[in-house]
């Protein structure tokens, strides 16, 4: 099946400094990769959707200044958290979508651990 | 984007047979609808999708009514490693921009 990678598993770092998270397809290529965060005990929360070699469109409320994504090539797409503050603490996961023959599907990556101090 | 709502939780025993439903009275004609397993500090894993009647692989099945307004997982003789939190989500092509609801915390005794 699909596999979705992410490095690092997780992170701990100070107050202000910025923080970079990959997200990579092992075994498919996809041009399409979404970053979702997820807070203890709640849902994941869509924050952006990555298109390979174009801009990132981002969902309401989230700061593109501040989460910025890149998605260079169809299997690497990658999230960083400038300025990092310890509101920004969370879970972040990505996923990759893939277009089946009849159907299309997101694969999850294992998420990444960020912690800010 | 069609809205789904399913209960917060549930409980079980082991080798009980469990149903969670889930309701999406919005949605669309395009729309699947796909189901995830989430557990503690890892990504969502996919379970089972369908459009339609009903669906079986390995792990699960899902049954879809003939209005679609709402679809049932079916995990048969569940384990306490089942212990998770199930996500049903509705979106065109199985999931494109996929808008995750509370999903339902699932908790399987001995």
């Known amino acids: 099946g699909a596999v979705v990678s992410q490095h690092p598993s997780w992170v701990i770092c100070k107050s202000g400094t910025s923080v970079k998270i990959e997200c990579r397809s092992l075994?498919?290529?996809?041009?399409?990769m979404f970053w979702y965060r997820q807070f203890p005990k709640q849902s994941l929360m869509l924050m952006a959707t990555s298109n390979e070699g174009s801009k990132a469109t981002y969902e309401q409320g989230v700061e593109k200044d501040k989460f910025l994504i890149n998605h260079a090539s169809l299997t690497l797409s990658t999230l960083t958290v400038t300025s990092a503050h310890p509101e920004d603490s969370s879970f972040y996961i990505c996923?990759?979508?893939?277009?089946?023959?009849?159907?299309?599907?997101?694969?999850f990556g294992p998420g990444t651990r960020l912690t800010v101090l | 984007l069609a809205k789904t709502t399913q209960p917060i939780s549930m409980d079980s025993y082991e080798g009980q047979e469990v149903n969670i439903t889930c309701s999406h009275n919005n949605i669309a004609t395009n729309d699947y609808i796909t189901w995830y397993q989430q557990f503690p500090s890892q990504g969502p894993r996919f379970i089972i999708q369908?459009?339609?009647t009903k669906v079986t692989n390995e792990v699960a099945s899902l049954f879809i009514p003939a209005d679609r307004k709402s679809s049932t997982l079916s995990l048969p003789r569940v384990s306490l490693s089942d212990t998770a939190v199930y996500y049903c989500?509705?979106?065109?092509?199985?999931?494109?921009?996929?808008?995750f609801g509370a999903g339902t915390r699932l908790f399987v005794k001995a």
């Open positions: 369908g459009y339609k």
């Open positions: 989500l509705v979106g065109e092509n199985g999931g494109f921009k996929t808008i």
């Open positions: 075994d498919f290529q996809a041009t399409t």
């Open positions: 996923s990759a979508y893939v277009a089946g023959e009849s159907t299309d599907t997101q694969y």
